[in-house]
């Protein structure tokens, strides 16, 4: 989907015009691609924009940072302000906001300890990742050919750029099999989870999806649905899963920033009943705890005024 321009990116701390925010072509992470980001949502609330979870967000771009021993210059405070200040600058109702930090132009080599780090933070207005009739028609699924990255290789705990390589070849690959995602298995050859989503199968009534252990994202959405759907009353845990496990799924949805809630309508050809009584409910849940509309969920937003 084409970027849409905003007025402001903020850049090493600065809003700065959009078309000012360049990099040089022998930008380290541009070679090497140690570099971690962010993906948040803003929602249009009564309230003004309302940031979805950014806290946990920008710690978890610290984290990411310090697993990569990439000591990021600016504070989880600093941070926050600065994706508020991008909302508001940009004059959205609603966006995507991407924040970005990476080793910049002055060294080359794979000695990233030199390195200076820069930090930006863009936003624009981007629609469903897996369109908008994700919830209620379902998305096709294929199980990749491409192993999900382990934990002595890319951290998966990191939300690094250079993992998205992995990302990529699964995701291009499914695309041109025909199907609209991919599912990754870890080296074990269990579920880990998709290109850019966690994912959950429901078996025996109970829905399960896969850890960190297993490779996976911790993903912010995941824990909001964790949260949602047991004060639903569903039953839900982290655990593995095996392939066999999605072809028979009583019914499944994956869920990310970008993604929200999407049911799942087949894996590999096998259907998939879509969407599922759980994944319909969780998906609305979600959908109004995200805008501040369910009182139990107002502290995740964030409002940038
Ligand atoms: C690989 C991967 N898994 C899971 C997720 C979902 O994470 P979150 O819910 O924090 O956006 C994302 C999105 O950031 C992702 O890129």
């Known amino acids: 989907m084409p970027i849409t321009p905003t007025p402001k990116i903020w850049m090493n701390g600065s809003l700065i015009d959009w078309d000012a925010a360049q990099v040089h072509v022998l930008t ?8 971690v980001f962010e993906g948040i949502r803003a929602y249009e609330t009564a309230e003004g924009p309302g940031i979805f979870r950014l806290t946990e967000h920008i710690e978890r771009l ?21 994706t508020k200040a991008v909302v508001v600058a940009s004059g959205l109702p609603s966006c995507y906001i991407r924040p970005i930090a990476y080793y910049g132009y002055g060294e080359m080599g ?17 629609g469903a990742y897996l369109g908008d009739d994700a919830l209620s ?27 998205y390589v992995n990302s990529s070849l699964a995701k291009v690959e499914a695309l041109k099999a025909g199907y609209d995602e991919a599912i990754m298995l870890n080296k074990h050859g269990l579920v880990s989870e998709c290109t850019g989503e966690n994912i959950f199968v429901s078996r025996g009534g109970k829905l399960i999806s896969p850890p960190l252990s297993a490779g996976a994202l911790e993903g912010i959405t995941q824990s909001s649905v964790m949260t949602i759907a047991r004060d639903l009353g569903f039953e839900t845990a982290l655990g593995d899963l095996a392939r066999s496990d999605l072809y028979i799924a009583e019914e499944m949805f994956v869920c990310g920033t970008a993604a929200e809630v999407s049911a799942v309508n087949s894996v590999d050809d096998r259907a998939i009943p879509c969407p599922g009584p759980m994944t319909k409910a969780i998906g609305e849940e979600y959908g109004k705890a995200v805008r501040g509309q369910v009182d139990r969920y107002k502290d995740w937003v964030e409002h940038a005024v």
């Open 110 to 126: 794979l000695n990233t300890l030199p390195c200076t780090v820069d930090v930006a933070i863009a936003c624009w207005p981007w």
């Open 28 to 35: 380290h992470t541009l070679h090497y691609w140690m570099g």
């Open 62 to 82: 610290h984290n990411s940072a310090k697993i990569l021993m990439m000591d990021l210059p600016y504070s989880v405070e600093e941070l926050i302000d600065a």
């Open 137 to 163: 028609k379902g998305v096709r699924m294929k199980i990749s050919s491409w192993t999900r990255h382990d934990h002595n290789t890319m951290p998966p705990a990191s939300k690094t750029t250079g993992n």
